[in-house]
C-alpha cells in the first residue's frame, strides 16, 4: 500500500478482533513511528507499549471525560485492543521558541542559563508526538491494522497508572488491533474551505 492509499484508508477503529498482533509486525510500526521527525531533530519522546490486560484496564479507565454538561463518556472499548501505545513528550528535551525583544528565538533546554530561561515559551513537544503517532497510525493502516486516536483522557491519571513522572507529558495515545469491520469514510471538508494561498482569507 503506497502512502496515500494508506491515508485514504485510515479510520477510526473501536471494535477488534481478539488477534494478537504480531512482533514483526508491532516492530515495523515502532520504526515507522521512532523515523519521525522533530523539532530540531530533537526527538522529545518516549512510548509506553501497553499489552498487560491490568495495565490496559487501568489506562481504559484513565480515558474519560466529561461533556460541557457534564455527562460522563467512557472508552470501556479501549481495553479491548491488543495494544495502546501512550505517548510521552519530554519538554525539557524539546525545542522551544521563545520571543524577546521583538525577536524569535529557538532553543534546547540544554542550551539556556536557568536565569536566562523563558517564562513564556512555545514548545512543540505535543506536535512532535503527534507526527511520530501519525507515522505509527499510518504505518499500522498499510498492515491492515486498525488504529484510533485518544486523546480525551486524563493525563494525571493515566501518569499516575504508568508511573510516568510528574514533568513528563502524556497528552495522546493510540490504540492498535485488528479490526472487526473497516467502516466507511467520514466526510471532509473541501480544499477551498481549508486551503487559502499567499494571505488568510
Known amino acids: 500500500m503506497d502512502t496515500f492509499e494508506a491515508i485514504r484508508a485510515r479510520r477510526s477503529i473501536r471494535r477488534f478482533r481478539p488477534d494478537e498482533i504480531p512482533d514483526d509486525v508491532l516492530a515495523r510500526l515502532l520504526e515507522g513511528m521512532r523515523l519521525a521527525p522533530s523539532a530540531k531533530n530533537c526527538q522529545p519522546w518516549?512510548?509506553?507499549v501497553v499489552r498487560?490486560?491490568?495495565v490496559k484496564t487501568e489506562v481504559a479507565a484513565a480515558c474519560q471525560w466529561r461533556t460541557a454538561k457534564g455527562k460522563l463518556v467512557t472508552q470501556s472499548w479501549i481495553d479491548d485492543a491488543p495494544?495502546?501505545?501512550?505517548?510521552?513528550?519530554l519538554e525539557r528535551e524539546a525545542a522551544l521558541r521563545y520571543y524577546k525583544d521583538g525577536e524569535v528565538y529557538t532553543a534546547n533546554w540544554g542550551d539556556l542559563q536557568e536565569e536566562d530561561g523563558p517564562t513564556d515559551y512555545d514548545s512543540p513537544v505535543d506536535g512532535d508526538l503527534?507526527?511520530?503517532l501519525d507515522h505509527l497510525?499510518?504505518?499500522a493502516t498499510a498492515e491492515g491494522i486498525g488504529t484510533c486516536w485518544i486523546g480525551g483522557l486524563n493525563e494525571?491519571?493515566?501518569k499516575k497508572a504508568l508511573g510516568i513522572p510528574g514533568e513528563v507529558r502524556a497528552p495522546l495515545a493510540i490504540v492498535l488491533?485488528?479490526?472487526v469491520s473497516w467502516p466507511d469514510a467520514r466526510p471532509r471538508?473541501?480544499?477551498d474551505e481549508i486551503v487559502c494561498y499567499d494571505r488568510y482569507s
Not at 495502546?84 to 513528550?89: L, S
Open 46 to 48: 518516549k512510548f509506553i
Open 52 to 54: 498487560d490486560e491490568t
Open 83 to 89: 495494544v495502546i501505545i501512550v505517548g510521552c513528550g
Open 130 to 132: 503527534a507526527i511520530a
Open 137 to 139: 497510525v499510518l504505518a
Open 156 to 158: 494525571p491519571r493515566l
Open 177 to 179: 488491533g485488528h479490526p
Open 189 to 191: 471538508k473541501p480544499l
